[in-house]
């Protein structure tokens, strides 16, 4: 076990340089740095030399990237080109609201996608049918479309809910949960309907083997079979599904963060890139490849604890 | 299995909300705070900077204002400065080269350090050199003189009658910075150090989302302080902005045309301007695309833009059609004038067969495609154009650097862009025609209207107004741009708001709570 976690740790390693390279090379190569976002249009060659030399994009694309990953090692991500604030200090402040929303969204689209799921396996026939049009459905809807629904619902037509906003938690935990519920609801939608599709094969499969069998002609209760030990033989694939449901949650927290004004690391790699701001995207680009890699790697060692039996390679 | 889970999530909270209450604080949306102690603000995009010869103008200089007092106020419609920072102020000479400025007595910035002319001279001296896109305003001082402590007197390179406009809200220049901010240049992205009736409070601010304003104890006038605690809300859909305000979450939000109707329908106040120009802006006039060097070309384009459409289609009835730079009532504006070019394919058709374009040709356009109406419009435009022959090659980008960038190029022929210009035909002299102008990337000399234009830079009054008539007349009948439309630029806001219409540039420190 904890050769296993070592091993991926070290393998994540190259793959945060190998991103963080990446988006340094791309970004570079997009036109419009942040010398011309601050100057603008008008700008001589003069004023843009003399600004991308306070900057320091005027030094070679290779030897900028090894400054700045000899101090991203050191834990010093640099500044914001154009507002002068520490990347690390943005990144802290917004990060509490990304993973609230992410993390929420993933509890709430795994509960009931396994709920629903495993009730339309358990029952069949027409239930099971219409779980799969309403996957699909909930697939189809983006996420934004629902947002502004849910505000014009829950802001306009029964004002109970907030528009737009954060609260921290320690601050107002209910205005927490209120300020998260619409986020939340658009993001998890089409989750719910990945994760009740991907349990309802899981757990077809799983009522169908011959254990189940087994543990019925003991006389075990319906219920227990299905949610107690079928849940726990389909875990495994449903577990996949929500590592990979994760990935897609934080890409699609960006656009919800813009409808609900949610102050995130999504608005804030929106907002970097816009204005050509290389610190801050690589910041943000590393935070985001962490969590797709810590997401990974707790993901895997549930796999683990549901069931033994796998191995780590 | 249940425990390790719980305690991660446990965990995953701690995390959360440690990092949560380190940096929001109150969002504005604390039950507690009510209309009448809070002002909550939402606007559609965040500052560049704080800094103000770097945050630009327009709405987004409403996040300095309120830490920011400017030496002058625009009033009203924009067309006169009163006091603000400043005592009185007065030209010196008769040719708009030499402007006094007297400073309010006891004036202190936000830390208790005095503003005297010597912060003047130095925040000044800041503006022009560092690198901004509005660093050309400061370049006009050739110097500052400071006689004493409360005298400034700037000396310009040439005669400019719009630089009192320009100590006001429309550049950043007015906005007079401490010295001691200046000198650690390293935080005047994110805070502020101005004399104004409010200072950044950075622990209740999250860069690019959440921007709060705390009273400044040194502010020389209490009964000026109308709030305790001022927040401007980054809030990117205008749908979202509009029901944050429709629900009482913030009091005042941006306006976009689509919302003039739906907040009209909710009883919802709304601050109308006239704001930036649309239309077309010839990049070349001849040397890039030889026909745009025939003014026959060039009228020909104007009287084929179906303007009352394409106002209609772009701005949802909100925009107006127009044919001349400066919008109504500003200096040089002349009604007469919209009569030049009316929709008239016959006529454009007839003028591009006698400059020997018949056949047309084809116009490589930028498009910024993070203007929507403008961008919009170049969709219109192709449309109209392709109708006497001219194929409009359209080319999107998407962000302000990589507009700049392409425009720098110099391979366009036109854009289409909305420029405001606050000042009317001096504005436009400054951002279109001049030698080192923002829309003139190809450095052309523009030799029918830049001798008239430095002539009336040194006059004043009613010779002033008619020189600069005679001037947009040059640029409308000579078609050197084809504007199409003046757009309406705006704000929404409830009723427990007062005084957001106070002026064309909006500003926070004017707003009140409604009695």
């Known amino acids: ?313 | 299995m249940r425990l390790p889970s719980k305690i991660g999530i446990a965990a995953a909270a701690c995390v959360m909300s440690v990092a949560g209450t380190a940096a929001c604080g109150s969002s504005g949306t604390s039950p507690s705070s009510s209309a009448k102690d809070v002002l909550t603000i939402a606007l559609g995009t965040p500052p560049v900077s704080l800094d103000p010869s770097r945050g630009g103008n327009g709405p987004t200089a409403m996040y300095q204002a309120p830490a920011y007092q400017s030496l002058l106020h625009l009033e009203g419609d924009g067309g006169t400065e009163s006091p603000s920072l400043a005592e009185s102020f007065k030209w010196v000479d008769a040719r708009n080269t030499e402007l006094q400025v007297v400073l309010r007595p006891g004036l202190k910035f936000s830390d208790g350090t005095a503003l005297d002319a010597a912060a003047v001279k130095a925040s000044t001296a800041h503006f022009a050199t560092n690198g901004s896109a509005f660093a050309y305003v400061g370049q006009r001082v050739a110097s500052v003189d400071t006689p004493d402590a409360r005298t400034v007197v700037f000396k310009l390179k040439e005669p400019d009658p719009t630089f009192p406009n320009q100590l006001a809200e429309t550049s950043g220049l007015g906005m007079i910075i401490n010295p001691k901010a200046i000198a650690d240049k390293a935080n005047l992205g994110t805070s502020t150090a101005g004399a104004g009736p409010y200072a950044l409070s950075t622990e209740q601010t999250v860069v690019g989302t959440t921007y709060t304003y705390l009273p400044n104890p040194h502010y020389y006038d209490k009964s000026a302080v109308k709030y305790q605690k001022i927040v401007i809300k980054v809030i990117a859909d205008p749908n979202t902005a509009l029901a944050a305000l429709q629900s009482g979450q913030v009091q005042v939000a941006y306006a976009t045309p689509a919302g003039f109707a739906q907040a009209k329908a909710a009883g919802l106040n709304t601050a109308a301007f006239p704001g930036a120009t649309n239309g077309l802006f010839f990049q070349d006039h001849g040397k890039l695309v030889p026909a745009l060097g025939d003014i026959d070309v060039r009228r020909a384009i104007n009287y084929a833009i179906d303007r009352k459409s394409a106002a209609e289609a772009v701005t949802l009835g909100t925009g107006k059609p127009t044919v001349q730079l400066p919008v109504a009532g500003s200096l040089g504006h002349d009604p007469a004038l919209e009569d030049v070019y009316p929709h008239d394919l016959a006529k454009a058709k007839e003028l591009m067969a006698k400059a020997g374009y018949a056949d047309g040709f084809t116009l490589p356009t930028l498009v910024p495609a993070f203007v929507p109406t403008s961008s919009n419009l170049a969709q219109t435009l192709a449309d109209q154009l392709a109708k006497i022959g001219i194929t409009l090659k359209l080319e999107s980008v998407t962000t302000i650097g990589a507009y700049a960038a392409a425009q720098g190029t110099a391979k366009f022929g036109a854009t289409v862009f909305a420029v405001g210009f606050p000042l009317g035909v001096p504005s436009a002299a400054s951002v279109l025609f001049g030698p080192t102008a923002q829309g003139n990337p190809r450095r052309e000399e523009f030799p029918t209207v830049m001798p008239a234009i430095k002539a009336a830079s040194a006059l004043s009054g009613d010779a002033a107004a008619t020189a600069w008539q005679r001037i947009n007349k040059t640029i409308v009948d000579e078609a050197l741009e084809a504007p199409i439309m003046t757009e309406v630029y705006g704000y929404f806001f409830s009723k427990d708001v007062q005084g957001v219409d106070e002026s064309i540039a909006v500003n926070p420190v004017y707003m009140a709570p409604t009695p």
């Not at chain 1, 190998?18 to 942040?34: E, H, Q, Y």
């Not at chain 1, 990953?69 to 604030?85: C, V, W, Y």
């Not at chain 1, 049918?129 to 809807?141: I, Q």
């Not at chain 1, 991907?198 to 543990?215: I, K, P, T």
Request: hydrophobic share 55%.
């Open chain 1, 1 to 313: 076990m904890t050769r296993f976690l070592v091993r991926r740790i070290a393998v994540s390693a190259p793959l945060l340089v190998m991103v963080s390279f990446l988006t340094f090379v791309l970004v570079s190569l997009t036109p419009g740095d942040a010398a011309y976002t601050v100057l603008g249009a008008g700008a001589t060659s003069e004023q843009l030399a003399q600004l991308r030399d306070q900057m320091g994009l005027d030094r070679p694309l290779l030897s900028q990237y090894t400054t700045w990953l000899g101090h991203a090692l050191s834990g010093d991500f640099g500044a914001s080109l154009i507002s002068g604030q520490p990347v690390g200090h943005a990144i802290g402040q917004q990060l509490a609201s990304t993973l609230s929303l992410v993390l929420l969204s993933v509890l709430v689209s795994t509960f009931f996608g396994v709920m629903i799921g495993a009730w339309s396996a358990a029952r069949g026939g027409r239930l099971a049918r219409l779980v799969d049009s309403l996957s699909f459905a909930a697939l189809a809807v983006p996420g934004f479309l629902l947002g502004l629904l849910l505000i014009l619902v829950f802001v306009l037509a029964v004002p109970v809910l907030p528009a737009s906003g954060y609260v921290p938690l320690l601050e107002s935990p209910s205005g927490w949960l209120r300020s998260l519920v619409l986020p939340v609801a658009a993001l998890s939608f089409g989750g719910i309907g990945i994760i009740a599709k991907q349990s309802r094969a899981a757990m077809e499969d799983v009522l169908g083997s011959e254990f189940v069998v087994v543990l019925r002609a003991n006389g075990f209760r319906r219920g227990s079979i299905i949610y107690r030990h079928g849940l726990k033989a389909a875990a495994v694939r449903i577990q996949s599904v929500v590592g990979v449901m994760f990935v897609g949650l934080l890409s699609g927290s960006v656009l919800i963060e813009s409808i609900f004004a949610l102050p995130g690391l999504g608005s804030l790699a929106v907002q970097a890139s816009a204005q050509g701001d290389l610190p801050l995207i690589l910041g943000v680009t590393v935070v985001f490849t962490l969590l797709v890699v810590a997401a990974n790697l707790i993901l895997d060692n549930l796999f683990l604890l549901v069931n033994p039996k796998v191995v780590h390679r």
